[in-house]
């Protein structure tokens, strides 16, 4: 219909707040594969916290935690030194789970975009082949020591903004011609108002000289 915009402006697919949650996402992954891949080294320190939990848990003085927490990682260290055996299963376990959380990590990024921020970036080139990169280096051991799901998540939430802007100005650009018919019409309804008021004041004006000059005529007859 003529003097009609097509709807309301476009809603961007990537907000501020999907930004957020998609790094963030992105950023936890990364993160878990690095504690794995440097199991040998961060398996004391997982296994003294749990410790110290646990032994939270069961009412342990925090003064006795404490002696707990070195206790297991002094000797999580002394067992990886003196036993290479069970070092390098710890060592292959890490670097395994690193592989696995990779490839949830990519797993669950893909599902994110997919479901929850409406994005397919198998429908753009560019965003297709940073996930498929990023999600293949992320089972490479050693190579997913590099933040490879981040990078694949700012490209396609690089990529999505971009869509976003380029939808929006679309928008405008399709609706310019109709709003400009709208605001004439707008222009053409105040000027039509305008003249009927005249009108109608020019009429009040001419109905009270005629009532002004009936009196004069009847007294000059009379």
Not at 54 to 77: D, I, Q, R
Not at 89 to 106: D, Q, S
Not at 118 to 132: F, V
Not at 161 to 176: G, I, Q, S, T, V
């Amino acid at each position: 219909m003529a003097g009609m915009t097509s709807g309301s402006p476009p809603t961007p697919a990537m907000s501020g707040w999907k930004r957020v949650v998609s790094y963030a996402i992105a950023a936890t992954f990364d993160f878990l594969k690095l504690i794995f891949t440097f199991l040998l080294f961060s398996g004391p320190f997982i296994a003294a916290e749990a410790a110290k939990m646990y032994a939270e848990s069961k009412g342990v003085p925090s003064w006795l935690t404490g002696v707990v927490w070195y206790f297991t990682a002094g000797g999580t260290v002394a067992i990886e030194v003196l036993q290479p055996e069970i070092a390098g299963v710890i060592e292959a376990f890490g670097i395994l789970m690193a592989m696995v959380i990779g490839f949830a990590g990519g797993l669950f990024m893909a599902i994110w975009f997919w479901i929850f921020c409406k994005i397919q970036p198998w429908k753009k080139n560019s965003s297709i082949l940073w996930m498929g990169l990023g999600w293949i280096a992320s089972m490479v051991p050693f190579v997913n020591l590099l933040p490879t799901l981040s990078i694949s998540a700012w490209r396609i939430v690089a990529d999505q903004l971009k869509a976003d802007r380029e939808e929006l100005k679309n928008w405008k650009a399709a609706n310019a011609q109709q709003l400009e018919e709208q605001n004439q019409v707008r222009q053409a309804q105040i000027m039509q108002g305008q003249a009927v008021q005249a009108l109608a004041f020019a009429q009040t004006q001419a109905a009270a000289n005629d009532n002004e000059e009936i009196p004069e005529q009847l007294s000059r007859a009379a």
